[in-house]
């Protein structure tokens, strides 16, 4: 079992940044393969970012990329979220999810995930 715990999320300006991160417990996290989604409001749960067990290959939605960096830190068991130059359209609750087969970007293929932490971009 793998426990997540998203924190950093908040309110924002247009055109700001914010940094999520996401501290794993339970099972060694350099076995697992991390991603982030998000759920706007009315919307389906939708890929924002995906890193390799390694930290080697990333993957953006294509709405992110350019914006959005993800990495993470396997000696402190953490994966985070750099958002620059947000919109009002990132506004949502972001997830941390993670997948004991790698990476991957689509979001039927994890196995354990976080509670969230919203994010609010104000226009």
């Known amino acids: 079992q793998v426990q997540l715990v998203e924190s950093g999320g908040g309110l924002v300006q247009a055109g700001g940044s914010l940094r999520l991160s996401c501290a794993a417990s339970g099972h060694t996290f350099s076995n697992y393969g991390m991603g982030w989604f998000r759920q706007a409001p009315g919307k389906e749960r939708e890929f924002v970012a995906a890193?390799?067990?390694?930290?080697?290959?990333?993957y953006y939605a294509n709405s992110v990329k350019g914006r959005f960096t993800i990495s993470r830190d396997n000696a402190k068991n953490t994966v985070a979220l750099q958002m620059n130059s947000v919109k009002p359209e990132d506004t949502a609750v972001y997830y941390c999810a993670a997948r004991s087969q790698g990476v991957s970007t689509s979001l039927s293929e994890y196995t354990y995930w976080g509670q969230g932490t919203q994010v609010t971009v104000s226009s």
């Open positions: 890193i390799s067990r390694g930290g080697y290959m990333t």
